[in-house]
């Protein structure tokens, strides 16, 4: 099975692979990359986050492409995948967002920028580390 990391044409996206060191990545963005083409990795071309449809482009293209998890890194696709993830998981493609709650909550809360990358699937952190005296809630929600 393969994992799909979006912003392909953010670095992120590739430290974001080294970090996973997983065999079969695609990459993917709304924006067209014909300097990445001839790289050796997979890139696919997808909506914006923004568009109606974005959730179910993805997880039809997560379907066809064999992609078992998802790694969106655009701040707008966040959400509607969020949203989506009980339909995903029906799939048995994971979507590896936060909770729709903490995603809400955090639009109250004014943004700073970081350097710290973190990554967490099923309450566990599989790349990247929390900084120093930093604290998580966790939140539970009934539904998607």
């Known amino acids: 099975m393969s ?3 979006t912003a392909a044409s953010h ?3 590739y430290k974001l692979e080294r ?3 997983l065999p079969e990545v695609i990459f993917a963005d709304y924006q067209e990359l014909p300097h990445l083409a001839s790289s050796g990795r997979k890139f696919i071309k997808i909506p914006a986050g923004n568009s109606a449809s974005y959730a179910h ?3 039809d293209l997560a379907l066809n492409r064999g992609i078992d998890r998802i790694f ?3 701040a707008d696709e966040i959400l509607p995948l969020a949203e989506s993830r009980q339909l995903f998981q029906e799939y048995g493609i994971s979507v590896i967002v936060p909770s729709v709650l903490w995603i809400k909550a955090q639009e109250q809360v004014p943004h700073t920028q970081t350097a710290h990358l973190l990554i967490m699937e099923m309450g566990k952190s599989i ?3 929390l900084p120093k005296d930093t604290c ?3 939140i539970h ?3 998607p």
Do not use: F
């Open 127 to 129: 790349a990247g580390n």
């Open 57 to 59: 482009e993805i997880l």
């Open 19 to 21: 970090i996973l060191q």
């Open 136 to 138: 998580i809630e966790e």
């Open 72 to 74: 969106p890194l655009y």
């Open 3 to 5: 994992v799909l990391i």
């Open 141 to 143: 929600s009934v539904g």
């Open 11 to 13: 670095a992120e996206a």
